[in-house]
């Protein structure tokens, strides 16, 4: 909105106010929620050798090339579509093959974020959907979890497959905690939970990274922490409820807040500001419903994790959560209006 | 320890008050030409007295006051009529301007005159007396000072709200005033507490500005009820409504005005001009500006005669430099940028600022990401994310029913926002839309 007088060699603006703007803008909020991104991804590579790279970089291809093709040009560079691919591959098993991450990717962008008219458009979080995608297309790719190999740098699993083909799996595969959790009421050390020493999707397990790094955007202003503290909140407390019923079947408070998809989920997925409500009042509700949810699949579901469905859910319900905690204008109702208005 | 005193919400732009705050006023001397627009308030403007060739004294009436709403516009200088005719106006827009050339051998010396006594006055003849004067409030608004001075039969003031927290980066006006003039605030204040028949005054004065606070405090006369509050520095702070609420608690409904939650709110610079009126028997014919930014080459305060041109207020200042890329009429979060440098200083300007490049970079706009932060920085607690959806579908009811009336057009959510979304701006345009189909209708 601005245009240009010239008064001798003086070229003169004209816009309009306010004539200062604050620092940040999006594209460098997504770009430094990428690089907050960076350690997680280090601590993926540290546990799961090349796989981790191989296989994050095969959804992130899938989530650019998408948006390159078929989002008006540019839009590469804000960043967003970047997190979806990065996001998508640290939610995916280790030895899942390339070009599932690479659909899922496609995908996640595709159907997850562009058909509804680009970024800031989108209803679901598109890595979440891109996951789902894959999880309800490739069950058996999307829940096997290969065992250590004998050296770092060797693969894990068949991600070299040939689409369509049948995975040749012959490395010993070992389940996740919650797997082990919820199917043989086997729990695993809290400690190796939070730094990341089990098995489980690339990006999920280094608890502590990915808290860290959440940290850091939190204190940037780059994601509202009304979030994840509710999602941890509501999970601590349920699943302690649960814990002080029965110690044996039921997963400690910290079990339930370091395993699975949790930490990403609360830090990264559910605190996506497209998807998440524009009001600090929504936030923690957001946050609370997500945390129940997860808590309620994982308890009773069949499934051993339920963060993925929890926040799509929630995602779901964003535009009546933001409708009904509107912030109540200044005067609108006597003294206290401003001060009632929102926590 | 009393309580904070701060509102909710608003932003913490970079004040950038070091280039002048410490710079005293100083008066700037005639230009060759002075510009005077008829409409330089709110309200009516005025009706034109004088003709092309007519020779006016130093304080003489060329325009009267055409209704209750509105206030006379006097000659700045003396000089002759040159022409009568549209001249670029501040605003934007092109309005009906008196030029005078300045009489260079003129002792600029005003006709003799009585000098009111407003002891004697009774609050009617106060009123008029400073009608006459041409007193509107000099911290931007430029509402008819005389028109708050006579508050309805049917509402009671009892607090008189002085504004001096100047919450608009780079502006150092009314900290100078409060500074340099203290005495002539507090005799402002008795005037108004006399005439509207109210004990309290209580004056608002961002923490930033300790010498103020010093000043004035140390200044109260012994006989007045009169307190100074630091406020915590904050955009809007010096917002009419905000600073009723930070310093009353009572919030104004939307529609109505300061009046009917009882205060009267009167920027400190005014109170200065109101004491200059029964002290001098002058009209408003000059004032303080701060002229500033890092495009000028010496900032500085200046008592400029009110139609002096900008050109010449920032010749006087040194001239731009050559990074200047924007001259903007008031503080940078609500001033207008000006496109003309011939555009005159009107009584509402609190100050010229002139940003370079850097300040003025034209940014990409992204479409909106709900990141929420203009709800965070909203002081009315409006919605401006889904005002801003509502604007760009061109669904105007709809933003009234989203207490888009309530919106005071401050720039919290343009600034914030991070996709550069010119929130405010559109907000503006559906207020003026709201206000064509208001009189459509009627």
Not at chain 2, 117 to 126: A, F, K, M, N
Request: aromatic share 8%; with cysteine.
């Amino acid at each position: 909105m601005s245009e240009t007088s010239r008064i001798g060699s003086l070229q003169l603006q004209l816009r309009a106010s306010p004539h200062l703007k604050a620092p940040d803008t999006t594209p460098r909020i997504m770009w430094n929620v990428v690089g907050s991104l960076v350690p997680v991804i280090a601590a993926a590579t540290w546990y799961f050798g090349p796989s981790a790279l191989l296989v994050i970089s095969a959804a992130t291809a899938g989530a650019l090339l998408t948006e390159r093709a078929f989002a008006p040009p540019g839009s590469l560079a804000d960043g967003s579509a970047a997190i979806t691919g990065i996001l998508l591959g640290l939610t995916l098993p280790p030895g899942v093959p390339l070009w599932i991450a690479f659909v899922g990717g496609a995908f996640g962008i595709g159907f997850g974020k562009l058909v509804f008219g680009g970024l800031g458009q989108n209803i679901f979080n598109p890595a979440l959907l891109g996951r789902a995608f894959l999880q309800a297309a490739f069950p058996a790719a999307m829940t096997t979890w290969p065992g250590s190999p004998a050296a770092w740098g060797q693969l894990r699993g068949d991600n070299l497959a040939f689409p369509f083909t049948s995975p040749s799996v012959d490395a010993v595969t070992e389940a996740t905690p919650l797997g082990l959790m919820k199917f043989e009421s086997a729990p695993t050390d809290v400690g190796s939970l939070m730094i990341g020493a089990t098995g489980g999707s690339l990006g999920e397990t280094a608890g502590i990274v990915i808290l860290v790094c959440g940290a850091y955007l939190a204190v940037r202003n780059y994601l509202n922490w009304r979030i994840p503290v509710s999602i941890f909140l509501s999970v601590a407390i349920l699943s302690g409820l649960l814990f002080s019923l029965d110690s044996t079947r039921f997963p400690s408070p910290l079990f339930a807040l370091f395993s699975g998809g949790l930490m990403l989920g609360a830090m990264y997925m559910a605190t996506d500001l497209v998807t998440s409500p524009v009001t600090n009042v929504g936030a923690w509700i957001f946050g609370f419903g997500i945390g129940i949810l997860v808590v309620v699949i994982r308890t009773w579901g069949g499934l051993p994790e339920g963060v993925m469905y929890a926040i799509l859910l929630m995602n779901a319900l964003v535009p009546f959560i933001n409708r009904a905690t509107q912030p109540r204008p200044y005067g609108s109702r006597g003294t206290n209006a401003g001060r009632e208005a929102e926590a | 320890m009393h309580a904070r005193l701060s509102f909710r919400h608003g932003v913490h732009p970079p004040e950038h008050k070091s280039l002048t705050a410490g710079v005293p006023v100083r008066r700037m001397p005639y230009p060759d030409e002075i510009v005077l627009p008829l409409r330089q308030h709110a309200g009516k403007p005025a009706r034109l007295l004088v003709q092309p060739g007519d020779r006016v004294e130093r304080g003489d009436k060329i325009g009267e006051a055409d209704g209750f709403v509105s206030v006379p516009i006097h000659a700045s200088s003396a000089g002759t009529v040159r022409d009568i005719g549209w001249w670029p106006h501040p605003d934007g827009s092109m309005a009906e301007a008196v030029r005078i050339t300045v009489d260079r051998y003129s002792p600029q010396i005003p006709r003799p005159r009585i000098i009111p006594r407003w002891e004697g006055l009774t609050p009617d003849q106060v009123v008029r007396a400073v009608q006459r004067a041409g007193v509107v409030g000099l911290g931007g608004a430029a509402f008819p000072t005389h028109v708050k001075l006579l508050p309805p039969e049917d509402v009671a003031v009892d607090t008189l709200i002085v504004n001096g927290a100047e919450c608009e980066p780079y502006l150092t006006t009314d900290h100078r005033v409060m500074v340099e003039y203290p005495e002539r605030v507090h005799f402002g204040i008795r005037v108004m507490l006399h005439t509207l028949g109210v004990s309290r005054a209580i004056i608002g004065v961002e923490r930033n500005k300790p010498d103020a606070i010093e000043a004035l405090q140390s200044t109260v006369p012994d006989d007045l009820d009169v307190s100074v509050q630091g406020l915590t520095v904050k955009y809007p702070q010096g917002y009419e409504k905000m600073l009723i609420q930070v310093l009353t608690g009572r919030e104004v409904p939307p529609g109505k005005f300061p009046m009917h939650v009882g205060a009267v709110v009167q920027n400190v610079a005014s109170l200065a001009c109101i004491a200059e009126v029964f002290e001098t028997g002058l009209p408003l014919i000059e004032r303080v500006v701060t002229v500033s930014g890092p495009g000028l080459r010496r900032p500085s305060n200046l008592i400029v005669p009110v139609g002096a041109k900008i050109r010449d207020v920032i010749e006087f200042c040194g001239g731009l430099l050559d990074e200047a890329s924007e001259v903007v009429f008031g503080g940078p979060m609500m001033g207008a940028s000006q496109p003309d440098l011939d555009a005159p200083i009107i009584k509402s300007t609190t100050g010229v600022v002139a940003l370079t490049r850097r300040e003025s970079k034209a940014r990409r706009t992204y479409p909106c990401i709900h990141c929420g932060r203009c709800l965070d920085a909203c002081p009315v607690f409006l919605n401006p994310s889904e005002l801003g959806i509502l604007a760009q579908a061109g669904r105007y009811e709809e933003m009234e029913d989203a207490s888009l009336a309530t919106c005071m057009l401050c720039g919290c959510c343009s600034y914030v926002c991070p996709s550069n979304i010119p929130l405010s701006q559109m907000f503006a345009l559906a207020k003026a839309g709201a206000q064509r189909r208001k009189q459509q209708a009627a």
